[in-house]
């Protein structure tokens, strides 16, 4: 959708361009479009214009599809088919994790951690090991943030959904 929202306003550039070159020259082309020009130029400059206003929306909506993210349906399956128990770990990292990390699963938007959709592959010893040692070791993140169980669910939740 981006390269079509790019696209169009060249494409309307040239048929500027078109109408102007086929009109005979700029002062040509103002009057031919002051008067109404040649009817066949109209026609297929309409014609166009339908073709581009139906073509491109149809072929956007036709490729969409559902994929992976594309729902909040999606995004729960992916939650209960996970092992662990991922509710309570998704609850805790919502009210612990959330503000600083960014996550899609839970529309997380942090500002100084690290964004875990991105940050490789994710298991559930590595992040119950960031949790232990706060991060990467660096003071950015408190250590031991969650201990045990919570940690443990937190972690399970995070790998069973981040980068996915």
């Not at 009817?39 to 969409?64: D, E, M, N, Q, W």
């Amino acid at each position: 959708m981006d390269i079509v929202g790019f696209l169009a306003p060249w494409v309307l550039v040239g048929l500027g361009v078109v109408f102007v070159a086929f009109s005979g020259g700029p002062g040509a082309a103002r009057e031919a479009y002051l008067t109404g020009g040649r009817k066949v130029f109209t026609f297929f400059i309409v014609a166009i214009y339908l073709g581009i206003g139906i073509a491109v929306p149809a072929v956007v909506i036709a490729s969409r599809g559902d994929r992976e993210g594309n729902s909040a349906t999606l995004s729960q399956e992916k939650i209960r088919n996970a092992h662990g128990d991922i509710r309570k770990g998704k609850m805790l990292f919502a009210e612990s994790c959330a503000a600083c990390h960014n996550l899609d699963a839970v529309n997380a938007r942090g500002v100084t951690g690290p964004d875990l959709d991105k940050i490789g592959k994710v298991t559930p010893p590595r992040v119950q090991s960031a949790i232990k040692i706060g991060g990467t070791g660096q003071n950015r993140m408190p250590s031991n943030l969650l201990q045990g169980a919570n940690a443990k669910a937190v972690a399970d939740f995070v790998a069973a959904v981040a980068g996915k």
